[in-house]
């Protein structure tokens, strides 16, 4: 059965909040035909301007009869911004609760805790501005860390990419994960990055300290990530001594570089996971675990799920 979509957006909404999550809905019809269908919902029939200034036209107006399965409220400048009247919240809340789920990209969130005021419920946004967000709903609970959070039918994600990985998300609930797998192959992202996983990548966190001393460890890391690295041979790496490197590692990442490698190696393993062609087994072999079981437990610390039950798409 097809689920039906509707994206809604108005002026100055962010034009990747749109077609970055559309794109792997859509994707989806590759491997499952009509699996999705989308249209785009605007408050009238004018043409609707992206924060850029291009136009689109939607498909139907929140004055048309619709319904859907999947509302889908974009972020954008003008999305956090935006005023609606008593009659467009009210019709705008009257398809939110026809829609099996209600999904906010960004700061679409702003729109959905207007259309749910009174509801207790766990979001995010783009950490720019989830203090904002807060604020301004003090009955939600507004987290600024993930990705992307799930609270009951509502799902609301993080800064515009990670809609993306709110949308594989999705796909692997509703498809599995060998299915997500080869969404996220085509669209040449990780699969997937966890709601857990913090908005910050660790390069993103060096970044953010103005250190970029870490970064060609890491890289030198992800190339290695099926052999065993001792402390020693990183810090040979950046001619440090184990000491300086283990600072640098709990300033600006957080954990031990021995921890932070064992991370990479599972969060390696949870990506390949979703090819087909290999077995959990293997996987563990391919990431260095000198066997299943080790490799079993680490995945469940890490994850919460047992590798052959992720694997199976949960």
């Not at 283990?246 to 969060?267: A, D, E, I, V, W």
């Given at each position: 059965m097809t689920i039906k979509q509707l994206y809604f957006i108005a002026d100055e909404f962010q034009a990747l909040d749109l077609f970055g999550p559309l794109d792997a809905f859509m994707e989806t019809n590759s491997f499952v035909p009509k699996a999705y269908s989308a249209k785009l919902l605007g408050l009238d029939e004018c043409a609707i301007k992206t924060s850029h200034g291009q136009q689109l036209l939607p498909d139907v107006s929140i004055d048309d009869p619709i319904s859907c399965d999947d509302l889908i409220i974009c972020g954008g400048a003008g999305m956090r911004t935006l005023t609606l009247t008593e009659t467009q919240n009210q019709q705008l809340r009257k398809i939110a609760n026809s829609a099996k789920r209600v999904i906010s990209i960004c700061t679409g969130a702003f729109v959905l805790a207007k259309l749910f005021p009174h509801?207790?419920?766990?979001?995010?946004?783009?950490?720019?501005?989830?203090?904002?967000?807060?604020?301004?709903?003090?009955?939600?609970?507004?987290?600024?860390?993930?990705?992307?959070?799930?609270?009951?039918?509502?799902?609301?994600?993080?800064?515009?990419?990670?809609?993306?990985?709110?949308?594989?998300?999705?796909i692997r609930e509703d498809h599995g994960n060998s299915i997500a797998a080869k969404v996220a192959k085509e669209l040449v992202v990780y699969i997937q990055r966890s709601g857990s996983q913090n908005q910050f990548s660790d390069i993103l966190q060096i970044q953010s300290a103005q250190s970029l001393k870490l970064s060609p460890l890491l890289d030198w890391l992800s190339a290695r990530v099926n052999e065993h690295i001792t402390?020693?041979?990183?810090?040979?790496?950046?001619?440090?001594?184990?000491?300086?490197?283990?600072?640098?590692?709990?300033?600006?990442?957080?954990?031990?570089?021995?921890?932070?490698?064992?991370?990479?190696?599972?969060?390696?393993?949870?990506?390949?996971?979703?090819?087909?062609?290999?077995?959990?087994?293997?996987?563990?072999?391919?990431?260095?675990?000198?066997?299943?079981?080790?490799?079993?437990?680490?995945?469940?610390r890490q994850f919460s799920v047992s590798p052959s039950k992720f694997s199976k798409g949960m």
């Open positions: 509801e207790d419920m766990t979001m995010t946004s783009h950490w720019r501005h989830c203090s904002e967000l807060s604020t301004q709903n003090p009955s939600k609970e507004v987290c600024s860390e993930p990705l992307f959070v799930k609270s009951g039918n509502k799902w609301s994600s993080a800064g515009v990419l990670s809609g993306v990985d709110l949308a594989l998300a999705i402390v020693a041979q990183m810090s040979e790496q950046l001619c440090l001594s184990e000491r300086q490197l283990t600072r640098l590692f709990k300033q600006h990442l957080g954990c031990t570089p021995s921890h932070y490698f064992k991370k990479m190696k599972l969060n390696f393993a949870r990506d390949l996971l979703g090819d087909e062609s290999m077995s959990v087994e293997q996987i563990s072999r391919r990431v260095g675990f000198s066997s299943y079981d080790s490799f079993r437990r680490a995945f469940y």
